[in-house]
């Protein structure tokens, strides 16, 4: 089912509800601290486990001690969609269980 990109206003009500989650050009990009490597690690396999099931992929990188993504929907032009909110709503729920901040 092809997904429709995301108005300005529509991005911009959705991010009120994700903080830390900012538009970067047409990106939704999100940083997390974490307390290791291993930490962050351990992270970045279980967002990708998310995006696999999601069957929709972030850039996705490991730093020392973070974790870095970058996102939108290749499908709809490059644009922002609903997609782009469902994985960033559930790396939000994940995080905190990795204690990223
Ligand atoms: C065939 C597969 O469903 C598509 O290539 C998916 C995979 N992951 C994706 N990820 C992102 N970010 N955008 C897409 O359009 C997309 N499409």
């Given at each position: 089912m092809p997904v429709e990109p995301l108005s300005q206003k529509e991005v911009e009500d959705r991010l009120a509800e994700l903080p830390g989650w900012s538009l970067d050009g047409d990106?939704?990009?999100?940083?997390?601290r974490l307390g290791?490597?291993?930490?962050?690690?351990?992270?970045?396999?279980h967002i990708a486990q998310v995006q696999e099931e999601?069957?929709?992929?972030?850039?996705?990188?490991?730093?020392y001690d973070t974790v870095s993504l970058s996102v939108h929907t290749h499908s709809a032009g490059g644009a922002v969609t609903e997609k782009d909110i469902e994985l960033a709503r559930k790396v939000e729920d994940l995080a905190p269980g990795h204690g990223a901040h």
């Open positions: 990106r939704l990009t999100r940083s997390y290791s490597h291993f930490a962050a690690t351990a992270m970045v396999v999601l069957d929709h992929h972030s850039d996705l990188t490991l730093g």
